[in-house]
């Protein structure tokens, strides 16, 4: 028997619904119940049915910041608004509103194409525009934090519709309220504020060689996109070829004291200052230099290219891909005594 499909005004609802095709890993997971949110106005009458409300939620976009371990034995909450809206200009700043469900890379373009700044650097992050602020995603010296005015969002607690100034976010690296506490807020779009004129961030290693290499004198923010996107699709395996997640973990950050000890003993591993005084490792150089880079047990695997992305060769399991990566937090720890964390969302 087919699955139920069940067309409300502004969602459907499909029970028994595949998650393979809806994460970037494309594990072969399945939910109890699946729903398009069209019109994000009717999410609380939607939570609020009967066979529903007393379900484990999750909210899913692109499935590109997720590792499903088994099914998902709740309801899947997919937000659909890909609208776009212009607000308004003042003081050299737009202001824009995007809902949760429009592409992240799209959104990216389109503030190019209207010749703002602020997300060039960010171009061709796989996810959407509703993900983005829950882990503030970041790439080639920013995050989407600074660009970022308000969300919007539903309040399970409290019950009502939100609006989170950025300071209420509470954003760190990979980091936000959204992602410490993520059963309570519904995110269903983001308003960003984007300059015409900003300094371009071209001190991250790679970006001027790039420019060069396009031969750009005077680049400008789509140059600098450009630039992004040439070394993202070289150094990272592209998720429409081959499963993955992006980085599978964080860059471990700790005290000077601690990260000069570790660095007496591998003088070659890379370090960043942090915020508030600390220091940021390469985590894909430790996983290279405990020896994982390349690692493949069946069908998951670490990256070849990138040390930080786990990879699904074909039909790795969760529950494998997750059993690989418990090893590679292992070869760190006994090479280092760190262990690192997880970058995606480990469900259920
Ligand atoms: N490196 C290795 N081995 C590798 C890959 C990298 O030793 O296999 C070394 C590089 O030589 C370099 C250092 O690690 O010295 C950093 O590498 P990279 O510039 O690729 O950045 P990253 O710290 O590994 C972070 C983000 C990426 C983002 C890049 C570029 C995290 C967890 N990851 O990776 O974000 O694209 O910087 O800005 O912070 C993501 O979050 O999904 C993601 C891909």
């Known amino acids: 028997m087919p699955p139920a499909r069940i067309d409300l005004p502004g969602c459907s609802l499909i029970e028994d619904a595949s998650l393979a095709e809806r994460n970037t890993l494309r594990v072969a997971a399945r939910c109890a119940w699946f729903a398009e949110l069209h019109d994000a106005s009717v999410l609380p009458a939607l939570l609020a049915r009967p066979a529903l409300h007393e379900l484990p939620l999750l909210v899913l976009g692109a499935g590109s910041n997720v590792l499903f371990t088994a099914d998902w034995p709740g309801l899947v909450v997919h937000p659909r608004d890909e609208r776009i809206e212009w607000l308004g200009e003042s003081d050299g700043y737009a202001h824009v509103r995007a809902g949760a469900g429009a592409n992240w890379d799209h959104f990216v373009r389109w503030t190019l194409a209207h010749e703002l700044m602020g997300l060039e650097n960010l171009v061709q992050i796989p996810g959407t525009v509703g993900a983005a602020p829950i882990q503030n995603i970041g ?125 007496a003993r591998l003088p070659e591993l890379p370090a960043w200052p942090a915020d508030h005084g600390r220091v940021k490792l390469s985590a894909a150089w430790l996983i290279e230099r405990a020896g994982c880079k390349g690692l493949r047990q069946g069908d998951a695997g670490i990256s070849a290219r990138h040390a930080l992305v786990l990879v699904n060769h074909g039909h790795a399991s969760g529950a494998e891909l997750w059993a690989l990566a418990q090893q590679v937090r292992e070869a760190v720890h006994a090479l280092t005594g760190i262990w690192l964390e997880p970058e995606p969302r480990i469900l259920p």
């Open 139 to 263: 790439a080639y010296g920013a995050e989407v934090a600074t660009c970022i005015e308000h969300v919007e969002a539903w309040d399970r607690h409290a019950r009502c519709w939100t609006r989170m100034d950025a300071v209420d976010c509470r954003f760190g690296y990979r980091d936000s309220c959204f992602k410490q506490a993520p059963d309570r807020w519904i995110i269903r779009a983001v308003h960003f504020v984007l300059p015409r004129v900003a300094p371009l961030q071209i001190e991250y290693a790679g970006i001027r060689e790039e420019l060069a290499a396009m031969r750009v004198d005077a680049p400008r923010a789509v140059h600098v996109a450009e630039a992004v996107a040439r070394l993202r699709a070289r150094k990272l395996p592209d998720p429409t070829q081959i499963g993955n997640a992006g980085s599978f973990f964080k860059n471990p950050e700790m005290d000077p004291a601690q990260a000069a000890s570790l660095q």
